[in-house]
């Protein structure tokens, strides 16, 4: 079984619409949760961490963690072209190692 | 402030050879993580170095995989002999203080091995 599992899409919303991506894992022990988002040849770049149930918003980025359900989203709000990338989902344990899932491409139309 | 570096950007090589990957992380960063993402995968961690000492090495595949950090400032990943299922990106990362929210990715070496 995976620890993270995400959605390898890929999703495709129209600009200025919420992009919903999201993720599961199998650690009940997974501590910190983390997205980054990686344009193609790039390396992954973090844009949310979130560390308790409940929501984190940063911007038009908001992030929601329900630890009993084992489930991790992350909502992009008026979504932008710019957006367009892959979106990797990561847990973390006791170890400082991340635990990713294999993304989820999102695709934002003009 | 420079990024996390690594060399070289692509590597194209035969079943067999040798390929020596190497990592530059930022300046002061005593903490340095290797990860592997092979094709259609998730990205998996290899090891962690805190300074030029190996703090876990867990995720390495197996004894073809060397990792060495001298000195505590660039790694370098050595495979020896490359075999196929190698091929894939490896992404190097440092932070200062160990936590996954400060660690800063590097922009990966793509290894083919042939």
């Known amino acids: 079984q995976k620890e993270v599992e995400q959605n390898s899409g890929p999703l495709s919303v129209p600009e200025g619409a919420i992009a919903s991506l999201n993720c599961t894992y199998s650690d009940r022990g997974s501590q910190s949760f983390f997205w980054y988002r990686q344009y193609s040849g790039k390396s992954p770049e973090l844009i949310m961490s979130?560390?308790?149930?409940g929501d984190k918003e940063d911007g038009r980025f908001t992030a929601q963690l329900n630890k009993a359900s084992q489930y991790v989203s992350l909502l992009i709000r008026d979504s932008q072209p710019s957006d367009s990338a892959t979106y990797l989902c990561?847990?973390?344990?006791?170890?400082?190692?991340?635990?990713f899932g294999t993304g989820t491409r999102l695709t934002v139309i003009p | 402030e420079a990024g996390v570096t690594q060399f070289p950007s692509h590597s194209v090589i035969e079943k067999g050879q040798t390929v020596t990957l190497r990592c530059d992380p930022i300046s002061g960063h005593d903490n340095l993580y290797w990860y592997r993402r092979v094709m259609g995968k998730e990205i998996k961690f290899l090891l962690h170095?805190?300074?030029?000492?190996?703090?876990?090495e867990s995720g390495m595949p197996n004894n073809r995989f060397l990792a060495e950090r001298t000195g505590g400032t660039y790694s370098t990943l050595k495979v020896q002999p490359a075999e196929l299922e190698d091929s894939g990106v490896y992404f190097c990362?440092?932070?200062?203080?160990?936590?996954?929210?400060?660690?800063?990715f590097g922009p990966g070496t793509r290894l083919l091995v042939l």
């Open positions: 990561a847990a973390q344990t006791g170890a400082n190692n991340l635990f």
């Open positions: 979130i560390y308790s149930n």
């Open positions: 170095f805190v300074k030029e000492s190996k703090q876990d």
């Open positions: 990362a440092s932070s200062q203080d160990g936590g996954a929210e400060t660690q800063y």
